[in-house]
């Protein structure tokens, strides 16, 4: 055999982070041993594996295509080392959540994953949808939920949950007694939103597309709470999923504002790369969304 599974693990860890100082870093070996080790797997293969720069190795074709061979190998490896050692159960995964999911929905299904074994350990990485979806690419996640469509061929998107985003404003807001509103009435207001790149973002933007030219953005956030905050404090218009209101709704420190004719639906959805193994793990977390999404109110 031309290579060991510590091979795979090294190789896999510089192709991850594009660079052979921090592989060695996440594998823990020094730099030299990771280099030595990664030389030795191409001259064993007779293969390059990297296209080299001054400063990052990208993967070359044969790298492409070995990185998520290498990757389900190693992932199955891991499971039979737990099953040799007496811990049967899932093992340690690696989730990606979109800011909404990451604070409202994720730590419920973190809190049901550890209760399945000592080995169910889940690591969150929140971000918004850009973020995530480069990182499930990038081998860096095992599974994400998001909150909107994201198209590349290297993804499997499955439906989940449904969800709808909800326009909001201060309690001493003029809109807020009657608590709707025209669309003409929301255009006259500014308003606080996402930042590009977010799934609140691309609802909220093929829902006003009709009215780009009218639309009137005062200022954009990458924190929800940022937003609520900047909503209770001054004149402007908010918009961001139901599941991050129920308390400021409450307790009306905000309130919700219907605008007719505005469609602010969306669905929430489960996404890992389509060569990605399904690992005891990844069908544990699965099984826990079908779950959850069972049990939703419609």
């Known amino acids: 055999m031309q290579f ?20 060695a870093a996440a594998v823990a070996m020094s730099q030299s041993a990771a280099s030595t080790a990664l030389a ?6 007779g293969r390059a594996l990297f296209d080299r720069s001054a400063k990052r190795l990208r993967l070359n074709e044969t790298g492409r295509m070995l990185l998520p061979r290498a990757l389900e190998l190693l992932d199955h490896a891991r499971e039979l080392d737990a099953l040799l050692a007496g811990r049967g159960g899932p093992g340690p995964l690696r989730l990606g959540a979109t800011v909404t999911i990451g604070n409202h929905l994720a730590p419920r299904l973190i809190e049901r994953y550890r209760a399945l074994g000592p080995e169910a350990r889940i690591e969150l990485a929140i971000d918004n949808m850009s973020g995530i979806a480069a990182r499930i690419l990038a081998f860096d996640l095992d599974l994400a939920l998001i909150e909107g469509d994201y198209s590349d061929p290297g993804l499997l998107l499955s439906d ?22 025209t669309i003409d009435e929301a255009l006259d207001q500014s308003w606080v939103v996402r930042e590009q790149g977010s799934g609140t973002r691309q609802t909220l933007d093929r829902a006003m597309s009709l009215y780009w030219s009218r639309w009137r953005i005062g200022a954009e956030f990458n924190q929800i709470e940022a937003i609520k905050s900047a909503v209770a404090a ?9 599941l991050a209101l129920h308390d400021a709704f409450a307790c009306r ?21 389509r060569d990605k193994v399904m690992t005891e793990g990844i069908t544990a977390l699965l099984g826990l969304c079908t779950e959850m ?4 109110p419609q």
């Open 4 to 23: 060991t599974l510590r091979h795979l693990e090294i190789f896999a860890a510089i192709a991850r982070l594009e660079n052979v100082s921090a592989g």
């Open 40 to 45: 030795e797997l191409e001259r064993r293969s």
């Open 160 to 181: 989940w949950l449904d969800d709808a985003l909800v326009v909001f404003c201060a309690p001493d807001h003029p809109l807020a007694a009657r608590g709707r509103c």
């Open 234 to 242: 001054g004149r402007m218009l908010g918009c961001v999923s139901r």
């Open 253 to 273: 420190a905000l309130v919700p504002l219907e605008v007719e004719g505005l469609a602010l639906r969306r669905r929430l959805y489960i996404v890992r790369r």
């Open 293 to 296: 999404a069972a049990h939703a």
